[in-house]
Protein backbone atom coordinates (compact mmCIF):
# COMPACT_ATOMS: atom_id res chain seq x y z
CA UNK A 1 0.00 0.00 0.00
CA UNK A 2 1.73 3.52 -1.00
CA UNK A 3 1.18 6.30 0.62
CA UNK A 4 -0.93 8.97 -0.51
CA UNK A 5 1.85 11.73 -1.00
CA UNK A 6 3.92 9.00 -3.23
CA UNK A 7 0.65 8.42 -5.25
CA UNK A 8 0.07 12.23 -5.77
CA UNK A 9 4.06 12.78 -6.90
CA UNK A 10 3.84 9.69 -9.43
CA UNK A 11 0.37 10.61 -11.05
CA UNK A 12 -2.13 8.09 -9.21
CA UNK A 13 -3.79 10.55 -7.42
CA UNK A 14 -5.11 14.36 -8.46
CA UNK A 15 -6.78 16.86 -6.39
CA UNK A 16 -10.26 18.41 -7.82
CA UNK A 17 -11.25 22.27 -7.37
CA UNK A 18 -12.38 21.57 -3.78
CA UNK A 19 -8.98 20.32 -2.49
CA UNK A 20 -10.08 16.56 -2.41
CA UNK A 21 -8.31 13.53 -3.41
CA UNK A 22 -9.39 12.08 -6.55
CA UNK A 23 -8.48 8.88 -9.08
CA UNK A 24 -6.30 9.70 -11.62
CA UNK A 25 -7.85 6.74 -13.29
CA UNK A 26 -11.73 6.66 -12.61
CA UNK A 27 -11.68 10.65 -11.91
CA UNK A 28 -13.82 9.50 -8.97
CA UNK A 29 -13.39 11.22 -5.30
CA UNK A 30 -12.06 8.60 -2.49
CA UNK A 31 -13.42 6.98 0.18
CA UNK A 32 -12.11 7.43 3.70
CA UNK A 33 -12.03 4.79 6.29
CA UNK A 34 -10.79 5.34 9.61
CA UNK A 35 -10.03 3.14 12.40
CA UNK A 36 -9.05 4.47 15.74
CA UNK A 37 -6.66 2.39 17.15
CA UNK A 38 -4.47 3.13 14.07
CA UNK A 39 -2.52 6.39 13.11
CA UNK A 40 -3.47 6.09 9.60
CA UNK A 41 -5.97 6.60 7.23
CA UNK A 42 -6.71 4.17 4.52
CA UNK A 43 -8.33 6.06 1.05
CA UNK A 44 -9.76 3.89 -1.09
CA UNK A 45 -10.84 4.12 -4.49
CA UNK A 46 -14.84 3.22 -5.23
CA UNK A 47 -14.59 1.74 -8.50
CA UNK A 48 -11.01 0.35 -8.69
CA UNK A 49 -10.54 -0.80 -5.18
CA UNK A 50 -7.39 0.34 -4.92
CA UNK A 51 -5.83 1.69 -1.47
CA UNK A 52 -3.56 4.42 -0.34
CA UNK A 53 -2.46 5.22 3.85
CA UNK A 54 -2.52 8.61 4.86
CA UNK A 55 -0.76 9.33 8.13
CA UNK A 56 -3.04 11.47 10.40
Known amino acids: ?3 VRK ?3 EGELD ?3 YD ?3 CADCEKPLK ?3 DPDQIK ?3 ICP ?3 VE ?3 IR
Open 1 to 3: MKS
Open 7 to 9: ALR
Open 15 to 17: KDT
Open 20 to 22: RLV
Open 32 to 34: TEN
Open 41 to 43: TVR
Open 47 to 49: DCD
Open 52 to 54: WKE
